[in-house]
């Protein structure tokens, strides 16, 4: 079984940076290097989106909402996926779930809540 953690959620005033973390597990593969991984948030009221996703050769897809703002990579070596976000919205708060997709299968993390507020 897959099994994804989340970390580096918090409180950061608007412009602000702040760096979100997923480290995968238990995969039949030693790393993320096979599938695809992503960044999803959801804000009250509204339904979960993508913000950005990684494919096993490093193809990026970004939203339009947070392209140039928001940066996604991977390291295999260390089973990690990392979300940089820079220049922080108020519209950007939200729960932060990272996401892994094997064959047909979805799998995510627990959720980090990200809160953007003067």
């Known amino acids: 079984q897959v099994q994804l953690v989340e970390s580096g959620g918090g409180l950061v005033q608007p412009g602000g940076s702040l760096r979100l973390s997923c480290v995968s597990s238990g995969s039949i593969f030693s790393s993320g290097s096979f599938y695809t991984m992503a960044w999803y948030r959801q804000a009250p009221g509204k339904q979960r989106e993508l913000v950005a996703s990684?494919?096993?050769?490093?193809?990026?897809y970004y939203a339009d909402s947070v392209k140039g703002r928001f940066t996604i990579s991977r390291d295999n070596a260390k089973n990690t996926v990392d979300l940089r976000m820079n220049s922080l919205k108020p519209e950007d708060t939200a729960v932060y779930y990272c996401?892994?997709?094997?064959?047909?299968?979805?799998?995510w993390g627990q959720g980090t809540q990200v809160t953007v507020s003067p």
């Open positions: 996401n892994a997709q094997i064959g047909s299968t979805n799998y």
């Open positions: 990684v494919t096993p050769t490093n193809r990026l």
